[in-house]
């Protein structure tokens, strides 16, 4: 697995009004940008599928590895873009399964 530096700042010209970027390896990307592919951080021979950065922080910023701090973080970072992935939704069905 690929390990990448990735955090929520608000210590980017790309940050509004209290509203996070998130910076992996030291490049600024918004909730809708296009971050990685699942490939690159699964390297399992998974079919090739674009990663938004707000799909990252969904993923990565689950309540068992994160504090209130980072998911409040994480929630206005992804409330940016309220069609896309939210966190508390993520959490959910991966604790309890896609109930659809």
Known sequence: ????????????????????????????????????????????????????????VCVNCLPAHCFALQIDAAEKFCAQWPEGPQPKEHTMKRMFGDSK
């Open 1 to 56: 697995m690929k390990t990448v530096n990735a955090e929520l700042t608000t210590q980017s010209s790309q940050s509004h009004y209290g509203i996070p970027v998130l910076r992996l390896d030291g490049v600024d990307y918004g909730p809708r940008d296009i971050v990685v592919q699942y490939t690159e951080l699964l390297e399992d021979g998974a079919p090739t599928k674009d990663m938004t950065a707000a799909e990252f």
